[in-house]
């Protein structure tokens, strides 16, 4: 049953690449099982950890999310209406040094599926890194190539490796 249910997913998230238009790709998502707003515009990007469906993904009205995006489903995903997620983004959900193989670093580093949230209206530059935990406020924006470990707050620019708020917009 499980080797059934990974055929499924593999297969349908390889449909999405074949879908020609974001409006329809936000469709088909909806069709997976995430919660898409209307609106939503979504190009071609990568899903990993998509072993419990696409429940995980919830993505409000007007949300964009560019191509080449990296979205990890392990834990909850929230992208908030009208945010923009620009090309080549990474947002990771769940940290794991290597549970399945072993690793003894597990024992320092526990697995954890915490999640993260990109606010109303807030902008991700190109080539953000947003790890588990990351919580951007609404309306923020994020540099181009920034790294965001952790909250971020509502109405500013940040901009670094970590990200960090550099003034109030």
Not at 26 to 38: E, H, I, K, M
Not at 85 to 107: E, K, Q, Y
Not at 124 to 130: E, H, P
Not at 131 to 136: H, M, V
Request: hydrophobic share 45%; net charge positive; glycine share 14%.
């Amino acid at each position: 049953m499980k080797i059934l249910k990974m055929t499924w997913y593999v297969a349908a998230t390889s449909l999405l690449s074949l879908i020609p238009h974001p409006r329809w790709r936000a469709w088909w998502l909806r069709c997976l099982g995430a919660q898409v707003g209307r609106g939503v515009r979504v190009h071609p990007c990568r899903f990993i950890n998509h072993e419990l469906g696409f429940s995980n993904l919830r993505i409000g009205d007007g949300a964009y999310i560019g191509a080449d995006c990296l979205l990890d489903l392990a834990g909850s995903l929230d992208i908030e209406a009208r945010a923009t997620v620009s090309a080549r983004c990474v947002l990771i959900t769940h940290v794991d040094p290597g549970r399945s193989h072993g690793n003894p670093l597990v024992r320092l580093y526990p697995p954890t599926k915490r999640g993260c949230r990109i606010g109303r209206e807030a902008w991700l530059g190109v080539g953000v890194l947003v790890l588990e935990t990351g919580d951007i406020g609404s309306g923020c924006v994020v540099a181009a190539g920034g790294v965001v470990t952790g909250q971020l707050p509502a109405g500013h620019l940040c901009v670094g490796q970590p990200a960090r708020p550099m003034r109030a917009i």
